[in-house]
């Protein structure tokens, strides 16, 4: 036999009352595990990992097998500089663009670091232009896509939250 779950503030768990299914419309949010510090160094030491990630990809695709150098490490490091900065800007400039330029401009930013990897291996210019077209297209339609649904839940449920549906006899 199944038994309901209590949820916090009920001895029962039932839920009474406008705006209470499963959408979370009654206001209820689920816990933030990890507190504001931790979101804080988080949104900082990403893009510095993910970037020192690409940026030893590139040192290691431009020395083709061979030795590593100090050129070699230099290179990998000001990939991880100049990878990150961009980030930090992509990052600022795209939270105040509405959704369609927010997509476009992550996928530009992956199409873009793609290409740059790619073209380091030595492969045909026109190849690198078309796969990093074809990832730029994939990650801007993937991210409008979430934005799109995600925004679109977002604002029906505060406009319900706002002008709650009354129901039962006046």
Known sequence: MA???????TSTGARTGPGTGASGASGHTPPDVFGARTHLLAKWAMPLAIGLVYGYWAASIRRHGGPITGWNLLFGFMTVLAFAILWYVVRAVADRLPRE??????????????????????????????????????????????????????????????????????
């Open 3 to 9: 038994h309901a779950v209590p949820t916090r503030g």
């Open 101 to 170: 330029g927010h997509a476009v401009l992550w996928g530009a930013f992956a199409g873009s670091a793609l290409g740059f990897l790619y073209s380091g291996s030595g492969v045909a210019m026109f190849t690198c232009v078309l796969v990093s077209l074809l990832l730029a297209a994939a990650v801007a339609a993937g991210l409008y896509y979430h934005y799109a649904t995600h925004q679109d839940a977002d604002e029906a449920r505060t406009a319900r939250t706002r002008n709650p549906v009354r129901t039962g006899t006046t």
